[in-house]
Nanobody, 121 residues
Framework: QVQLVESGGGLVQPGGSLRLSCAAS????????MGWYRQAPGKQRELVAS???????NYVDSVKGRFTISRDNAKNTVYLQMNSLKPEDTAVYYC???????????????WGQGTQVTVSS
């Protein structure tokens, strides 16, 4: 089991910044991918950014140049720095862990509880 605790969401004006954090604990497999997803009202959940254990990153086109995903393996924490925020960034943001269960020999996937990000003037 992996537990993910998110923090950092809130209300911000357009053009502002927020930094989301996701602290992981439990049976963390060394070779893993952490990602941030978001879901706006009436829309499907989408992948925003992901990062592997060695630091390879991917972003959805709409946030490239504005968002930065990073991780601190010593703290088992992944971050999402969000700059130049737009109203269309408003959504619930979810942290996801994707790893491997060595005992079951199966993929391991866990979600955080979600944190609300609202961009409004």
């Amino acid at each position: 089991q992996v537990q993910l605790v998110e923090s950092g969401g809130g209300l911000v004006q357009p053009g502002g910044s927020l930094r989301l954090s996701c602290a992981a604990s439990g049976s963390i497999f060394k070779f893993n991918t952490m990602g941030w997803y978001r879901q706006a009202p009436g829309k499907q959940r989408e992948l925003v950014a992901s990062i592997t254990n060695v630091g390879n990153t991917n972003y959805v086109d709409s946030v490239k140049g504005r968002f930065t995903i990073s991780r601190d393996n010593a703290k088992n924490t992944v971050y999402l720095q969000m700059n130049s925020l737009k109203p269309e960034d408003t959504a619930v943001y979810y942290c996801k862990y994707s790893g491997w269960n060595r005992y079951l020999n199966l993929p391991d996937n866990f979600w955080g509880q979600g944190t609300q990000v609202t961009v409004s003037s």
